[in-house]
């Protein structure tokens, strides 16, 4: 069964203290990949589309990783304002694929 | 310049009631969705339509009922609205094709007392 599962459920920083949000995935054929930020309150902003092992994307703070298995989206030096929810998706390869899975979502807190 | 915009933002109506939520995108995209989000922040696809042809039709009750008159709007209609409705939804499109990024609108609120 398809399946995304994002870990920590939540994490707390301090403002500058560099982490990690891991996105384990199994799916029967990988077509793409996606991050969004969710703030409260609005709907999910996409960040990045990541299709095929080794490939990576940066944007400002953030760069998203992914290998056969998980996608980690890195954040360097946070600030405050990089405090939200992070969604991981998955589009399968097989079957309806305009439909996503996704993750429960990471929730960050970045403290000044 | 909204992307993908939904109307109301918030709606507040009695149980049995019937109510619709609207929702618009100028970003020339030919697939539409409806999400609903629970209070465990859970993205739960409900409905999809590709250039006004349903593709996507989740578990939803019949009292759900979307509707797509062009390619640009996707409206959805609840018929007996119950408490286990309240939640936020969302709206989203995409293009068809390889690595179809989603962009979502910004949800409305609905709350049924």
């Known amino acids: 069964e398809d399946q995304v599962t994002q870990s920590p459920e939540a994490l707390r920083l301090q403002e500058g203290e560099s982490s990690s949000l891991n996105c384990s995935y199994t799916?029967?054929?990988?077509?793409?990949l996606f991050w969004y930020r969710q703030d409260p309150g609005k709907g999910p902003e996409f960040l990045f589309t990541?299709?095929?092992?080794?490939e990576e994307k940066e944007k400002e703070r953030l760069k998203a990783t992914l290998t056969k298995k998980e996608s980690f989206l890195h954040i360097t030096a946070p600030k405050p304002e990089d405090s939200a929810t992070y969604l991981c998706?998955?589009?399968?390869?097989?079957?309806?694929?305009?439909?996503?899975?996704w993750g429960l979502g990471t929730s960050l807190a970045v403290n000044p | 310049d909204t992307a993908v915009s939904q109307t109301p933002k918030y709606l507040v109506t009695q149980m049995g009631n019937d109510k619709s939520i609207k929702c618009e995108q100028n970003?020339?995209?030919?697939?539409m969705y409806w999400y609903k989000q629970d209070s465990k922040k859970f993205l739960k696809i409900m409905f999809s339509?590709?250039?006004?042809?349903?593709?996507i039709n989740e578990t939803v009750p019949n009292r759900f009922s979307p509707k797509s008159p062009d390619k640009a709007h996707l409206n959805l209609h609840i018929n007996s609205l119950e408490l286990g409705d309240s939640a936020v939804y969302f709206c989203?499109?995409?293009?068809?094709?390889?690595?179809?990024?989603?962009?979502f609108g910004p949800g409305t609120r609905l709350t049924v007392l």
């Open positions: 989203a499109s995409s293009l068809a094709g390889r690595g179809s990024e989603q962009f």
């Open positions: 970003l020339g995209h030919d697939t």
């Open positions: 339509y590709n250039n006004k042809e349903l593709i």
């Open positions: 799916v029967s054929g990988l077509r793409g």
């Open positions: 990541l299709y095929s092992a080794g």
């Open positions: 998706a998955v589009q399968p390869n097989a079957g309806n694929n305009r439909k996503l899975i």
